[in-house]
């Protein structure tokens, strides 16, 4: 490993444990944690399939919820990866959302494992998006996209009219992974250049095409929305996924905390970094 | 411990009677009134728009359940529903169509629902 330091500090180096970064984390939702089934809070999370109306983050007072129907719910699920559990979305009409929240510059870490296809069609899923449409408003979203490609686009600026947007193509193995868990990662610093996503990785993003004319460097303005995960809008494009964590920075990382967050996430969950 | 939403129901409906039933989840649901916003699940034979039926797929609590078989026994289902109850390892367990009778007690997931009916979910453009 490249980045171990020889010499007489190595071994105190090499015993410090691996943590996650905690500077500038505005959402973390761990399935562990902060399960209510129902959206007030009040009725903890305590057996294997009982819904999930509120997810608390651990960090500060965002909480994901679904404040409507109790058949919209995901559910808990115990023991799916490496013994820890997840959220599972069952892409029908399963949603959270968490209210106003404000991204910059950002850097987004989710542990799941989607079904893609979801309920036996190709049709796109929005599993993560930050206010809706950024093709006309200011946001960002995670897609998979009705040919089986994966894709993410950020905008800014006055109806979204700054975009950026990359998608993996339908022979590119490295897509945001289905079927099997994976760490799925998107760094944004406020340029196309700086804009990218992994799986399983820091090294090789796994999208290099530029969707359309989405080029733009949109820039850090900062935009306070709501963040959908599961859906667009709680409403429509459900994504069917399990979910054991979803970490949000803002701003973004240095790449070298960067790594450290794939890191320790790719430890925790036992999912083998390539 | 055992969770208290023991069922899993996959109900589908034709677009004329979303309404009545999402008035029907507002009375049996624990959310009342902010039940209604179910049945967003827009389903078409072609996977076109406009929907011609809606769905919600959801798990019920024993009481839930008990409350949607009276209704049924009463005959005040919305006209043209159509119910799938799974348990919570999605085996069929009941369903008011005699087309999946041959699967009780088999693994039945939604999209055996959809196919049953001949249905798709259907979407706007995304983008």
Same mark, same amino acid.
């Given at each position: 490993m490249s980045d171990l330091i020889h010499g007489p500090f190595?071994?105190?180096?090499?015993? !410090?444990?691996?943590? #996650?970064? *905690?500077a500038g984390i505005v959402l973390r939702l761990r399935a562990d944690r902060g399960l209510y089934q129902d959206a007030a809070g009040t009725t903890p999370v305590a057996s294997n399939a009982d819904p999930v109306g509120r997810w608390n983050s651990m960090v500060g007072a965002l909480?994901? &919820?679904?404040?409507? @129907? @109790?058949?919209?719910?995901? *559910?808990?699920?115990?023991?799916?990866?490496?013994?820890?559990?997840?959220?599972?979305?069952?892409? &029908?009409?399963? !949603?959270?959302?968490v209210a106003s929240l404000g991204l910059g510059s950002f850097s987004m870490f989710a542990v799941w494992k989607p079904t893609y296809p979801n309920n036996g069609d190709n049709n796109p899923r929005f599993p993560i998006e930050h206010s809706a449409t950024p093709n006309t408003n200011p946001g960002l979203n #995670?897609?998979? @996209?009705?040919? #089986? &490609?994966?894709?993410h686009t950020v905008a800014r600026g006055a109806s979204g009219v700054n975009k950026s947007g990359y998608? &993996? $193509?339908a022979a590119n193995a490295k897509d945001f992974g289905?079927?099997?868990?994976?760490? !799925?990662?998107?760094?944004?610093?406020? $340029?196309?250049a700086g804009h990218a996503a992994y799986r399983n990785g820091f090294t090789n993003p796994i999208s290099t095409t530029t969707v359309s004319t989405y080029n733009?460097?949109?820039?850090?303005? *900062?935009? *306070?929305?709501?963040?959908?995960i599961g859906s667009r809008n709680n409403a429509s494009f459900f994504a069917q996924m399990?979910?054991?964590? #979803?970490?949000?920075y803002s701003p973004a990382l240095s790449a070298t905390r960067f790594k450290q967050a794939v890191r320790y996430l790719s430890r925790v969950y036992g999912i083998t970094l390539t | 411990m055992t969770t208290a939403w023991l069922h899993r129901y996959h109900l589908i409906v034709p677009a004329a009677a979303r309404e009545a039933a999402q008035s029907l989840c507002a009375a049996i649901g624990p959310g009342g009134e902010a039940e209604r916003v179910s049945f967003d699940c827009a389903l078409s034979p072609s996977g076109e728009l406009p929907a011609t039926h809606f769905a919600a797929s959801g798990q019920l609590t024993e009481a839930m359940r008990q409350a949607l078989a009276a209704v049924a026994a009463a005959g005040q289902l919305p006209p043209g529903a159509a119910w799938y109850r799974c348990d919570l390892d999605d085996v069929l367990v009941q369903s008011n169509r005699p087309s999946v009778a041959e699967r009780v007690g088999g693994p039945f997931a939604f999209q055996d629902a959809l196919?049953?009916?001949?249905?798709?979910?259907?979407?706007?453009?995304?983008?």
């Open positions: 190595a071994c105190a180096l090499a015993a !410090a444990p691996l943590k #996650l970064p *905690t909480y994901g &919820t679904q404040p409507g @129907s @109790s058949l919209k719910r995901p *559910t808990y699920r115990t023991a799916q990866v490496n013994g820890r559990p997840a959220v599972r979305f069952d892409g &029908t009409d399963d !949603a959270l959302q #995670l897609v998979f @996209s009705n040919d #089986l &490609t994966a894709l998608r &993996t $193509t289905t079927g099997s868990w994976s760490v !799925a990662a998107v760094q944004y610093d406020g $340029t196309h733009a460097n949109p820039g850090t303005g *900062t935009v *306070t929305d709501t963040l959908n399990d979910l054991a964590e #979803l970490v949000v | 196919a049953d009916l001949e249905l798709r979910q259907a979407f706007e453009p995304a983008w």
